[in-house]
């Protein structure tokens, strides 16, 4: 399995911004989706955005508008660009990886079995 690390998390005032980075180590395979997760304490764990193998993407309702995705071009790195952070984004954010199947653009959130340790992230009011 490739495990994915994250970084970049931290403490920001409401309005501020941060890049999480999600490193995928000895990335070889092809057909790789990338997911951004959080969890809140006392929540469930919840789904944030996810880059599809070939470049589509996938925004919740609450991340729509503020953050963005995006990848290096070795596709070794993808970040979570996030602007505008409200005290309710306050959460661990996890990377996942899952590998995307052969006949489809996208990746189901049940796919996702390689997951990193998590980064922090707090927004202060």
């Known amino acids: 399995q490739v495990r994915p690390v994250e970084s970049g998390g931290g403490a920001v005032k409401a309005g501020g911004s941060l890049r999480l980075s999600c490193v995928v180590a000895?990335?070889?395979?092809?057909?790789?989706?990338v997911g951004w997760y959080r969890r809140a304490p006392g929540k469930e764990r919840e789904e944030v955005a996810v880059l599809y193998f070939g470049g589509g993407t996938y925004y919740t309702g609450s991340a729509k508008g503020r953050f963005t995705l995006s990848q290096d071009k070795e596709q070794t790195t993808t970040y979570l660009n996030m602007e505008n952070l409200k005290p309710e984004d306050t959460a661990m954010y996890y990377c996942?990886?899952?590998?995307?199947?052969?006949?489809?653009?996208?990746?189901?959130?049940?796919?996702?079995?390689?997951w990193g340790q998590g980064t922090q992230v707090t927004v202060l009011t």
């Open positions: 996942a990886t899952a590998r995307q199947r052969d006949d489809a653009t996208w990746c189901q959130d049940s796919e996702f079995n390689s």
């Open positions: 000895g990335y070889t395979a092809n057909r790789l989706c």
